[in-house]
């Protein structure tokens, strides 16, 4: 099964994204910047332009499985004014999470496929299944 996780910062209490009635994420910046910052914790990322029809533009990256280096499946969507409001990663090591997380000063995960917020620092990358946090919505 395929979990995105989104990273981002919002306020305290309002649930997972696929919940939300309006958008609560802060934006990060326009993306050169979160794709700068990403690229600097993560050297082997390679990044990509796509753009829908509806004229969405999104940018993805893949790390180049380097020893050293994580597995990273990134996708940032350009919101207005360029700017990204979610780091979304695929399949991504509670680790990988955490470091982002810091880097970027966010404090939320949510998992949409699984209706539910997720806490990094309560499993490891060894860990088969990703930890819930307690939800208050």
Request: hydrophobic letters at 45%; glycine letters at 4%.
């Amino acid at each position: 099964m395929s979990f995105h996780f989104y990273v981002y910062r919002a306020a305290e209490g309002l649930g997972p994204i696929n919940r939300w009635d309006r958008m609560h994420a802060e934006s990060l910046g326009n993306v050169e910047d979160v794709m700068a910052t990403l690229s600097t914790l993560f050297p082997s990322l390679r990044w990509k332009r796509s753009e829908l029809e509806n004229g969405a533009v999104f940018w993805s990256a893949l790390s180049a499985n380097l020893p050293d280096e994580p597995y990273l499946d990134v996708n940032l969507q350009v919101l207005e004014g360029r700017h990204v409001h979610f780091v979304v990663l695929n399949k991504a090591a509670p680790s990988v999470m955490r470091t982002i997380m810091v880097a970027m000063k966010l404090n939320h995960v949510s998992a949409p496929e699984a209706d539910a917020l997720v806490d990094p620092y309560a499993y490891s990358d060894d860990d088969r299944y990703f930890a819930r946090k307690s939800q208050q919505a």
